[in-house]
């Protein structure tokens, strides 16, 4: 396998880490923290304008055709600046599920929107009872003579706040009350019935949670066929925990740089910091660990096209691995910058607060350990 850059992913690579260098600092961060939208227009209309936002989407769509190691190579950089606009939310989770589950005029109609930045979307499929079983819906979706008729409960959704639109997951019931399968239902951001209330994540960025009140919705509302979406769902947050797991290795790496920069000017007794043998061995620690993070993450990346249970297994795996890594490297960095580490002045706390917020994104550490050993037990399960 040839785990070498070819040229595009060089230049993307290059141009990201361009751009989050010069755009993304601690200011941007702070700013859209305390922004009610949780993100900067701007730098939204300046993905769409770099490529970014059409990156993964099918050319026969308006998008570049791109993988999921274009994005990962992407959202590598996008930790280094933690960039707190909706790529996954919008991009990675929502646009991946219409291109591989919607019809074709579904397609037509949105993934050209979203390339150009105009549309943007958002995933409600967690309840507050599944405790991250993907299977677990508690919301119902019945049919009827004038359409879906959808109602239920859907916690942390991504940037659901800032979203045109949002996809949102329930069971499927007939006329006659029989249950089929999981499906997904695209409900505009203001449909009667829907009310959203939003509130800040750890790190950055918004998430919401939503209520659906026999909220009324067209048949060509549900996205694609009636077909179980379970499998598609599984697919799509694995995806999302590809970019994720790369997003955390850049900020680990990031913080690893601020480390080594402060200890080296940081004196004590009039020695620099990192003249001390025990702070340098911490120091190597903290890089074996972003060194571990970016491989696994790397190797998730490469597995999303996999088989299921290869796939999955990958996700979890990095998920897991990461988890623990990133956990590592932030309280090094934390306690290696003393008591400042912790304040909202200083960007290291920013940092490691994103960590933080990744580990319990699509379940822990702990979590992500259960799913890979019972993959491993039981090959013939993807659940």
């Keep these: 396998m040839n785990l070498n850059l070819n040229e595009e992913q060089r ?3 290059e141009g990201a880490e361009r751009f989050v260098t010069e755009k993304c600092n601690g200011e941007l961060y702070r700013r859209t923290a305390n922004d009610r939208m949780g993100l900067d227009p701007n730098i939204w209309r300046q993905f769409a304008q770099l490529g970014w936002l059409a990156l993964p989407i099918d050319e026969a769509y308006g998008g570049l055709g791109g993988g999921a190691v274009e994005i990962s190579i992407l959202m ?29 005029a579904q397609r037509r109609l949105l993934l050209p929107q979203v390339a150009e930045g105009s549309l943007l979307l958002a995933l409600a499929h ?8 993907l299977a677990n819906v508690a919301t119902i979706a019945r049919r009827t003579a004038r359409g879906w008729q959808v109602s239920g409960t859907k916690v942390a959704v991504l940037d659901g706040h800032a979203a045109n639109a949002i ?13 089929g399968g999981l499906g997904l239902f695209l409900v505009p951001s203001d449909a009667a ?20 009140v026999n909220v009324l919705l067209p048949l060509d509302a549900l996205l694609g066929d009636e077909r179980d979406a379970l499998a598609d769902i599984q697919w799509a947050v694995d995806h999302a925990i590809a970019a994720l797991c790369a997003e955390a290795a850049g900020v680990m790496q990031k913080l690893l740089e601020m480390t080594v920069e402060y200890t080296g000017i940081r004196k004590q007794f009039g020695r620099p910091l990192a003249a001390n043998q025990a702070i340098r061995h911490r120091l190597a620690d903290m890089a074996v ?36 890594c990133a956990r590592f490297v932030g309280e090094q960095s934390i306690q290696l910058h003393g008591a400042m580490g912790v304040t909202e002045e200083l960007e290291v706390g920013a940092y490691f607060k994103r960590l933080v917020a990744f580990d319990t994104m699509f379940g822990g550490s702990a979590h992500h350990y259960r799913r890979h050993a019972e993959l491993n037990r039981s090959p013939l399960s993807a659940n």
């Design 193 to 212: 019935g829907l009310a959203i209330s939003d509130f800040p994540r750890l790190g950055g960025g918004r998430a919401s949670h939503l209520e659906l």
């Design 289 to 324: 660990q972003c060194d571990e993070a970016r491989s696994i993450a790397l190797r998730a990346a490469l597995k999303v096209e996999s088989d299921p249970i290869e796939r999955t297994r990958a996700a979890s795996g990095a998920k897991a691995k990461i988890g623990k």
């Design 167 to 179: 996809i949102v997951s329930a069971q499927m019931h007939s006329p006659s009350g029989s249950s």
């Design 11 to 13: 230049l993307l690579r």
């Design 126 to 133: 967690s309840e507050r009872e599944a405790r991250f079983d």
């Design 76 to 104: 590598e950089a996008f930790g280094r600046g933690l960039v707190s606009e909706p790529y996954v939310s919008t991009v990675v989770l929502s646009a991946g599920l219409i291109g591989k589950r919607g019809t074709e």
